[in-house]
């Protein structure tokens, strides 16, 4: 079945960019996408990317993917503390039955 | 528009006690999901509706969970009786048509503590 890696941590400084990185083993999948969590709370829609898209650009959000070595990034521009939560790549369709296949995420802290 | 709803947003019981939560899903979405996410991990599909009938509950331990969507709208997720590794928070979500893909949102999740 589908399996999905991310970094455990990233540290970054407030007003510097984050790019937290995702790698998925499922070629076919058709969507992939990215939420934040922060504590305590459900799973935010930051943004998600088509397959057969190179990038996508939402505001402070940059999503590259290089669908070749399956891989996914997700650039924050100008970080903020209150960007600061657990951020998950989530790989959707393909042989994964159409469902979201989530990682361990990537906990994102933002020093001021 | 609403998003999705959980309650209770916290429940602390002991082992082998029952326990119950309710997901009332973004009005119109059909597809409706249940997902555990064990601390430090990533949320799991515990089992998947569309309208009121069940279209994966590959990975539900049938023999303490149960799951039901009476009239496609609402849901409730049983556990009976519960083990300590039920603790965990317990994720609704739902998805309709929108830009073309089953996009899921999520609602603030039920935390269980099993004593």
């Known amino acids: 079945g589908e399996d999905v890696e991310q970094s455990l941590f990233l540290s970054v400084r407030e007003g510097d960019s984050s790019v937290i990185n995702c790698t998925y083993t499922d070629s076919s999948s058709t969507y992939l996408y990215w939420y934040k969590q922060e504590p305590g709370a459900g799973l935010q829609l930051l943004t998600y990317i088509f397959s057969n898209m190179d990038m996508k650009q939402d505001q402070r959000l940059t999503v590259l993917l290089n669908k070749k070595d399956k891989h996914l990034s997700l650039r924050i521009a100008d970080t903020q503390t209150g960007d600061s939560a657990i951020y998950f790549c989530a790989p959707y369709g393909g042989d994964s039955s159409y469902k979201l296949i989530f990682g361990s995420g990537t906990r994102l802290l933002v020093r001021p | 528009e609403a998003g999705v709803a959980q309650s209770p947003r916290y429940k602390i019981i002991e082992k082998r006690q029952s326990v119950a939560f309710w997901c009332n899903p973004i009005s119109g979405h059909a597809t409706l999901y249940w997902y555990q996410q064990i601390l430090g991990q990533g949320p799991k599909l515990l089992i998947q509706?569309?309208?009121?009938?069940?279209?994966?509950d590959s990975q539900l331990p049938k023999d303490r969970f149960s799951a039901e969507r009476l009239k496609g709208v609402d849901s409730t997720l049983k556990i009976q009786p519960a083990k300590l590794e039920d603790s965990a928070v317990y994720l609704c979500?739902?998805?309709?048509?929108?830009?073309?893909?089953?996009?899921?949102?999520f609602g603030p999740g039920t935390r269980l503590t099993v004593l």
């Open positions: 979500a739902s998805s309709g048509e929108t830009w073309g893909s089953d996009t899921q949102y």
């Open positions: 509706f569309q309208n009121n009938g069940v279209v994966d």
